[in-house]
């Protein structure tokens, strides 16, 4: 992955950043579906009907990975949101992705816990239990206690840390992202690396048809329109209850 800086003339690309992935494909990990629905606000029908979106995401990181051994193969990415992913194979021949770390190339040999605790193989980039990581080291992609599946420290560029064990108990304490200490019992699995994509913040938007093209829409408030075009429009600060645009009132009592 590399930050590349484009050197133009125009004014929207003039301060652009962006991300170029390097020996990676191409792939859609969503699957989308148009859901057909006729929209009614306070028994009035908008005109016409509306095409609802949901995104279903893949489930593709799972506790069970960890019962097998699996090979690195090749690379992929996706863009909105920008993340990188890897594709292993186990001895059965199945196909698995995996979440993107620092350490991550084509070979590289994840292997079961049995194997690990052997103390042949590195631990480095391995799915560990908490209580094998020893304290004040990076972890990420922590898992959930009740469905095992990644939970915590899972974006991009987002690390966790391994705070103190508490006495007497099967418990630790985990720095997340957001520098609140979490207890989490010493069995959840997590990624003992980095994460990557920690150029992730240092992207600089090439104009606003970036925020158009993911799906974000803008909203203007009626209170800053012109009085044409909202019944809140204007300069005049009257009491006057909340109204829709098509003039009913909205909240009631206020």
Same mark, same amino acid.
């Given at each position: 992955?590399?930050?590349?800086?484009?050197?133009?003339?125009?004014?929207?690309?003039?301060?652009?950043?962006?991300?170029? %992935?390097?020996?990676?494909?191409?792939?859609? %990990?969503?699957? %989308?579906?148009?859901?057909?629905? &006729?929209?009614?606000?306070?028994?009035?029908?908008?005109?016409?009907?509306?095409?609802?979106?949901?995104?279903?995401?893949?489930?593709?990181?799972?506790?069970?990975?960890?019962?097998?051994?699996?090979?690195?193969?090749?690379?992929?990415?996706?863009?909105?949101?920008?993340? /990188? %992913?890897?594709?292993?194979?186990?001895?059965?021949? +199945?196909?698995?992705?995996?979440?993107?770390?620092?350490?991550?190339?084509?070979?590289?040999?994840?292997?079961?816990?049995?194997?690990?605790?052997?103390?042949?193989? !590195?631990?480095? &980039? +391995?799915?560990?239990?908490?209580?094998?990581?020893?304290?004040?080291?990076?972890?990420?992609?922590?898992?959930?206690?009740?469905?095992? &599946?990644?939970?915590?420290?899972?974006? !991009?560029?987002?690390?966790?840390?391994?705070?103190?064990?508490?006495?007497?108990?099967?418990?630790?304490?985990?720095?997340?992202?957001?520098?609140?200490?979490?207890?989490?019992p010493l069995y959840v699995y997590c990624v003992f690396s980095n994460n990557k994509n920690f150029f992730y913040n240092k992207l600089v938007e090439g104009g606003w048809g970036y925020t158009q093209k993911s799906k974000k829409l803008v909203s203007v408030r009626g209170v800053a329109k012109n009085?044409?075009?909202?019944?809140?429009?204007?300069?005049?600060?009257?009491?006057?209850? /909340?109204?829709?645009?098509?003039?009913?009132?909205?909240?009631?009592?206020?």
């Amino acid at each position: 992955m590399l930050l590349i800086k484009t050197y133009s003339i125009t004014p929207k690309q003039r301060w652009r950043k962006y991300l170029k %992935f390097l020996y990676c494909k191409k792939f859609f %990990f969503h699957k %989308f579906t148009f859901i057909k629905k &006729n929209k009614k606000i306070k028994k009035k029908l908008i005109r016409g009907i509306h095409f609802f979106k949901k995104i279903y995401s893949y489930q593709f990181f799972n506790i069970k990975i960890s019962m097998f051994n699996y090979i690195i193969q090749n690379f992929g990415y996706q863009k909105r949101p920008i993340r /990188e %992913f890897a594709f292993g194979k186990n001895i059965f021949n +199945q196909m698995q992705l995996f979440l993107f770390t620092e350490h991550l190339y084509p070979g590289f040999k994840l292997y079961n816990l049995n194997y690990l605790l052997s103390g042949k193989y !590195s631990l480095i &980039n +391995q799915i560990l239990p908490l209580w094998i990581i020893p304290i004040n080291s990076t972890i990420c992609y922590l898992f959930n206690v009740n469905n095992q &599946n990644t939970t915590y420290a899972k974006s !991009s560029g987002c690390n966790a840390f391994k705070k103190k064990n508490v006495k007497k108990s099967k418990l630790c304490y985990v720095e997340l992202p957001s520098k609140k200490l979490k207890l989490l019992p010493l069995y959840v699995y997590c990624v003992f690396s980095n994460n990557k994509n920690f150029f992730y913040n240092k992207l600089v938007e090439g104009g606003w048809g970036y925020t158009q093209k993911s799906k974000k829409l803008v909203s203007v408030r009626g209170v800053a329109k012109n009085p044409v075009d909202h019944p809140q429009g204007g300069r005049t600060k009257a009491k006057q209850p /909340e109204l829709s645009p098509w003039g009913w009132i909205a909240k009631r009592n206020k």
